[in-house]
RNA sequence: CGGGGCGUGGUGUCAACGGCUAGCACGAGUGGUUUGGGACCAUUUAGACAGGGUUCGAAUCCCUGCGCCCCGACCA
């Protein structure tokens, strides 16, 4: 893409008091535009690394045996009721809204009841089992305070997956793999040393269930690590004898870390609650009724997008990982844009995403804005470059910068 | 939902005593210079969250509403 055609332009100042430095510094760099307190509008940049993400994801849920569908936002009252969460009083974060006729719809905070109520018409045998759909949505949770970014939203993105088991030992085991499978996730996108499976007892699905914290000084969560070997964390609110016996757990309390974290995914067991409230059932190979055994798996890859530039920035930008960045390639023409667009056009026919500054502007400005983008391979192609043999090649993560022939630089990137 | 802070061009501003033409910087436009780290000169552009009130006079004081940020609570 040329970037002389790229509406959006970086700002060399963040918005008023906007503190959240993901929000920082993707409103800086043009990802995002603000609309209002945690509701987000994805740019061009931003929009690419939000689908890479998302494709991560989709990929691995895929490779798990996931199956993809698309659920509705507009959700109504009496599916909701059959379990109780309509109520504003079980759950305060609801966008309710109405028909024209006024009839209540809400918009979905998440999806449990309206996939139960769904595969009622898709379950009957044991043979149909086990199975797992998932979508990646728009979700709307009316936060009473927004924040942080990306990091807490009230219209963000989510991908929720459910499992539909035939008995608990079969989910289990689907359980257990998910939580492989979410680490994967995490690994890929450049977090993983950094993330621990952890044990929780906040949800209201089931006693306990496991989250995902990636540790982050932008963390709203304090978590205290039990096995740095294993990855394995607890919820510091949690830290109590009776769950340390439950889960069967030995730990000197005086010698955990403690460290602020980011939740980046949670997954539960969520039983017969809303097989039961639906009907849900199948015929086991006796013809005997059985209950549906489900579970839940969240992520946020919008979240995630906010967690990524938390995690990777130093003071003049994002650092973006290569699996996520908007494109991997930033090439910088100084004042040889005919050597540029050649370059550009053969990486283009190779498949490599390019961002090409090919603007009329001072050469510091195009680093200062290519250094807040991020991108994490920079060329750099002036006369100064061609006599000293090519294109200058640097890391945004790092200082050394290589002069490669021209050749050579296309031989790398294929 | 409790508490605190705040609202000035597209952006920023601990700029402006209740009083002169609302200043400065960034951005954007035009002309020129420059060309490896947000360069320079000239010139132009564009602003008081909304509504009410006090006052001879309000960006400035008061009220209401709306919005934003932070701390806490909450977080399926």
Known sequence: MLQSKLFTKAQKQAPAGEVSLNAQLLIRAGFVHKEMAGVYSYLPLGLRTLNKISDI??????????????MTVLQ???????????????????????????????LGFTHEEAIAKIMKNYVASYKDLPFYAYQIQTKFRNEARAK??????REFFMKDLYSFSKTKEEHDEFYEKMKEVYMKVFSRLGMGD??????????????????????????????????????IAINKDDLTDEVLKDFAVKVDR????????????????????????????????????????????????????????ELNSDAKGIIWPEAVAPFAVH?????????????????????????????????????AEA?????????????????????????????????LPIEKLLEKFS
């Open 57 to 70: 994801i989709r990929q691995e849920m895929d490779a798990a045996g996931g199956q993809e569908i698309f």
């Open 76 to 106: 109504d009252r009496e599916t909701w009721e059959k379990t109780g969460r309509w109520s504003d009083e079980v759950v305060d974060n609801w966008f309710k809204t109405e028909l024209k006729n006024g009839t209540q719809l809400g």
């Open 148 to 153: 942080a970014g990306l990091m807490r939203g």
């Open 194 to 231: 950094k993330t621990y499976l952890t044990i929780s007892s906040g949800g209201s699905f089931s006693k306990y269930s496991y989250e995902f914290q990636t540790v982050s000084k932008a963390g709203e969560d304090m978590i205290a690590i039990i096995d740095e070997e294993k990855r």
């Open 254 to 309: 005086d010698k955990l870390r403690e460290e602020k974290s980011i939740e980046v995914g949670d997954i539960y067991s969520l039983g017969y609650k809303y097989s039961e409230a639906f009907n849900l059932k199948y015929k086991d190979e006796s013809g005997q009724d059985q209950m549906v055994y489900m579970g839940s798996y969240g992520m946020s890859p919008s979240r995630l997008m906010g967690a990524v530039v």
């Open 331 to 367: 090439l910088i023409s100084l004042d040889q844009n005919e050597k540029a667009l050649e370059i550009y056009k053969q990486l283009s026919q190779k498949g490599v995403e390019v961002l090409w500054d090919d603007r009329q502007i001072g050469a510091g400005e195009k680093f």
């Open 371 to 403: 250094d807040l983008i991020g991108i994490p391979n920079r060329m750099v192609i002036s006369a100064k470059s061609l006599t000293a043999g090519g294109v200058e090649l640097k890391k945004r993560d790092s200082d050394q910068a290589e002069i």
